[in-house]
């Protein structure tokens, strides 16, 4: 089976720092996938190749077999590719409804010129857009949420927000910038459960990029370890673990010579 998203050889250069040297993986469909290693490895930069936020310098990115670098991320979400950020970006003055009806925007028939004359077929899509957003934050336990205004809720609420925005446009490819970060406990449990449920209901495949172990472990098939811009390795998250490699990337050599 082809893999829901492949990577060759992605290089990416600001000046003279190189952020990604020849990264190469596949994700294959269903798979959810962890994308870890320390800060400033390049998780981030990454995503942004595979998003279209940042064209690599080099290499080769495919969504499905086609080859996607270059192109525009307005046109990679209508090839099934979603993704939330490190930083969740809202409209803070719009309600919680408002933000996640905004992933569906792809998925209104016609374009600008029908949308403002909201024919009827416009209208209709509109209304089925809004009642799957509101399932889909009830599903994540934020159905009570949806008429107040974003910016009355907390920064692990946004991107319980976010998380909805991003699966309304129904990905095939979800991507996943710290999804955990700042989240409590129990909403890191919710998270899980959530992303779990997606990808049994659908045929999704998950990317996310995390810090938080016990997510990794608890969600992931496969993970890959970024170092400096370089795969480390790639292998379950336990085999990632007690690899000497990575213990030395995220804690030093004297922290991988105790463990070893
Ligand atoms: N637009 C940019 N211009 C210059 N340097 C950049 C740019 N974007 C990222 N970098 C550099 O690339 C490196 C990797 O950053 P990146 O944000 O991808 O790391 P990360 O693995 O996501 O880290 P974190 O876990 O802290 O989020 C860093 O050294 C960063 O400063
Ligand atoms: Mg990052």
Redesign the pocket.
Known sequence: MAARLSLRDVTLR?GG?K?LQDVTFDVAPGVILGLV?P???????LFNCISGHYKPTGGSVAIDGTEVVGTAPSKLVRLGLARTF?HPALQLDATVLENVVLGGHTRLPGGPVSWSLRLPHTQRAEREIRGEALSLLERANLGWAANLPADELSHGLHKGIELCRALLSKPSLLLLD?PAAGLSHGEVEQLIDTVRRVRADEDITVVVVE?HMGLISALTDRVVV?DHGRKLMEGTAAQAQSDPRVIEAYLGKDAADDAA
Request: glycine content about 20%; hydrophobic content about 35%; charged content about 15%.
């Open positions: 600001f720092v952020v290693g800060n400033g490895a390049g998780k981030t930069s490190q710290e810090h970024l």
